[in-house]
C-alpha cells in the first residue's frame, strides 16, 4: 500500500511505541562517540548501553535516526538504494527481548502493516545461527530456499575487535519473483536490502573466543528511504516523495526534465538531491565548512553539488534554493532544519560564492591552456594540466573533456590517471600527519571519497591558499 515517508516513519515508531518500546528523538549527527565522525547508524547513540558502560532508562526503544555514510559516496546516484545521508528506522532492546520477539515483529510489521506479501520476501541469516533459521523456517513459516546463509561480512555484527557482537539476519525485498529460486541477493536488479536486525548475544575477548552475554541485546536499522521506494512502487529511493521535490527544483533551476533526461544528468540532479540533504541537517547540526573532519566532509559535499550544477548546465548560485525545499520536506520530523535556517542558507552561499571564484579562475586557466595546446602539433591537453584543472581548481574531467571537445582538441587521459596515482601515492604519505588531527577518521574518509571525486591533500592547501 502507499504510504508516504513521514507515514512509513510514524508507522514503525507507532508500532513499536505499542510495544512497549519508548519513542526517543533521533541524536545528532555530532556523535558522541569518539570513534567515528558522523553517525552511521541507529545504535551509535546506544553504544554505551550495549557496551554496558550505562544503564538504558527504557529496556525498549525506537528511533528514526538521521545518518551519513560517507563511504557509500561513489555509490549516490549510480544505486538506486545508498545516500550519503539517510534515515534509519530502528528498534532496540537492552537485555529485554531477544531473537525469536525481534524477528516476529519485523515480519509482522513488513507483512501486516506495511503490507508487503510474504511471497516479495527473502531473508538472510549468518550461516551458523541455526536457531534464526529455525525461527524464520518453522515458526515464521518461510520456505527455506528463500532463506539465505551468509557469511561474516554481512551478516556478524561487532562494533571492534572485542566486546559484544553477534549475527544478524536481514529481510529482502524481491522485486521480481516471477524470476525464480535461482536466489543472489547480490543481484541488485532484483533485491533490495531493507530491514537488518542484529542479535548481539556473545562478548568476543582478545584471543577471539565468543562467550554468551548475560544481557542480550537486539539493534535493528530499516532504511526509510528504502522502504518508501517500496511502497511507492519507483525504482529508486531518489524518486520517493522524500527526496524528488528536491531534485524537481534543481531541475527546475537547470531548465530541464528529469524523466527527459539522458542517465548522466539523472545521475547529477539525484547527487544534488542526496547531498543537499545532507548538507543541510549537517549545517543544521552545527557544523561548519572546513579544510579537517566532518567540516572537510561538509565542503566536499557542497562543492560537489555546485559541480553537479553545472554539469548540468546551472550557472551562477542555486544551491540556496535547491537547500529551501529540502528545508520544507524536512521540517516536519526535524524543527531544527528551520530554527537553522538563516545559518544553512549563509553557509551555503558562501561556500557556493567561493568555489565558484575558484572556479573561474580554474576557467581563465583553461583558456590560456586550450590556447597553448591549440598550438601544439599533438592538439591535446596533456595529463598534468587536466590534473591541475582537477585537483586545485575543482574542474572534474568530464567538464575539461567537454570543453576541449568544443575547441576540436582532446585530452591525455593515461597521462591524467598516472598524474593522479602519483597524487595517492603522496596522499598516503601525507595520512599519518592527518591522523594525529582527526583520529584516523579522515583515512577512511580518504579512501572512500578516493575514486572519480577525491583530490587529494595538495588540494587543501591550495584551498588553504584561495581562503
Ligand atoms: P547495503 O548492503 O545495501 O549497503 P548495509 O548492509 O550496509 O546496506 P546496514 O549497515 O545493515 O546496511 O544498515 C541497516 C539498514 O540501513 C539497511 O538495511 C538499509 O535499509 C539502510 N541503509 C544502509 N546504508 C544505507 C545508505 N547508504 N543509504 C540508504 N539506506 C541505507
Ligand atoms: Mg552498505
Ligand atoms: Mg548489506
Ligand atoms: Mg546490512
Not at 549468518?126 to 520456505?143: H, K, L, Q, T, V
Not at 548522466?264 to 539525484?270: A, E, P, R
Request: proline share 3%.
Amino acid at each position: 500500500k502507499f504510504l508516504s515517508g513521514s507515514q512509513i516513519r510514524q508507522t514503525f515508531l507507532d508500532f513499536y511505541a505499542q510495544r512497549g518500546h519508548k519513542i526517543l528523538p533521533s541524536a545528532s549527527l555530532v556523535p558522541e562517540d569518539p570513534t567515528v565522525l558522523l553517525t552511521i547508524a541507529g545504535m551509535l547513540q546506544f553504544k554505551p548501553i550495549f557496551l554496558g558502560q550505562r544503564a538504558a532508562e527504557s529496556p525498549r526503544a525506537t528511533t528514526s535516526q538521521k545518518c551519513i555514510r560517507t563511504n557509500d559516496i561513489e555509490n549516490v546516484g549510480r544505486t538506486a538504494r545508498h545516500h550519503t545521508f539517510f534515515e534509519m528506522l530502528g528498534n532496540f532492546s537492552f537485555g529485554d527481548y531477544f531473537k525469536k520477539q525481534a524477528i516476529a515483529w519485523a515480519w509482522e510489521l513488513s507483512t501486516e502493516v506495511f503490507g508487503l506479501p510474504a511471497s516479495n520476501l527473502v531473508v538472510s541469516v549468518f550461516r551458523e545461527d541455526d536457531e534464526a533459521f529455525a525461527i524464520w523456517r518453522d515458526e515464521i513459516g518461510i520456505p527455506g530456499d528463500r532463506i539465505q546463509r551468509m557469511g561474516e561480512d554481512d551478516n556478524f555484527w561487532q562494533s571492534g575487535p572485542t566486546g559484544p557482537c553477534g549475527p544478524c539476519s536481514e529481510i529482502y525485498y524481491d522485486f521480481h519473483p516471477e524470476r525464480g529460486d535461482n536466489i543472489d541477493l547480490e543481484d541488485d536488479t532484483r533485491f533490495i536490502e531493507f530491514y537488518n536486525l542484529v542479535f548481539m548475544q556473545y562478548n568476543k575477548d582478545a584471543e577471539g573466543n565468543l562467550t554468551p552475554l548475560q544481557n542480550q541485546n537486539i539493534d535493528t536499522g530499516l532504511g526509510l528511504e528504502r522502504m518508501a521506494q517500496i511502497l511507492q512502487k519507483v525504482p529508486n529511493n531518489y524518486e520517493t516523495d522524500l527526496i524528488f521535490p528536491i531534485i524537481q527544483s534543481a531541475a527546475e533551476i537547470a531548465g530541464i526534465d528529469y524523466h527527459n533526461s539522458d542517465e548522466k544528468v539523472k545521475v547529477s540532479l539525484k547527487v544534488i538531491g542526496d547531498h543537499i540533504r545532507a548538507v543541510v541537517h549537517m549545517i543544521a547540526d552545527e557544523i561548519r565548512a572546513s579544510n579537517v573532519g566532518r567540516g572537510y566532509i561538509l565542503r566536499r559535499l557542497i562543492r560537489r553539488v555546485v559541480r553537479h550544477g553545472r554539469l548540468i548546465g546551472i550557472q551562477g548560485e542555486f544551491t540556496v534554493r535547491v537547500a529551501e525545499s529540502a528545508i520544507a520536506l524536512s521540517e516536519a520530523a526535524y524543527p531544527n532544519v528551520r530554527r537553522r535556517e538563516a545559518q544553512i542558507k549563509a553557509e551555503l552561499a558562501r561556500e557556493e560564492a567561493q568555489f565558484l571564484k575558484t572556479l573561474e579562475r580554474g576557467e581563465k586557466l583553461l583558456e590560456e591552456i586550450v590556447d597553448r595546446t591549440k598550438q601544439q602539433a599533438n592538439q591535446q591537453i596533456s595529463g598534468q594540466d587536466a590534473f591541475t584543472l582537477y585537483d586545485t581548481y575543482g574542474f572534474p574531467l568530464e567538464l575539461t573533456q567537454e570543453i576541449a571537445e568544443e575547441q576540436g582538441i582532446t585530452v591525455d587521459l593515461d597521462g591524467f590517471e598516472r598524474a593522479m596515482k602519483e597524487q595517492q601515492t603522496r596522499a598516503k604519505d601525507a595520512r599519518q600527519t592527518i591522523d594525529l588531527t582527526v583520529q584516523g577518521s579522515l583515512d577512511k574518509l580518504a579512501e572512500t571519497i578516493q575514486g572519480t571525486e577525491f583530490v587529494g591533500y595538495a588540494e587543501l592547501s591550495s584551498l588553504a591558499e584561495v581562503e
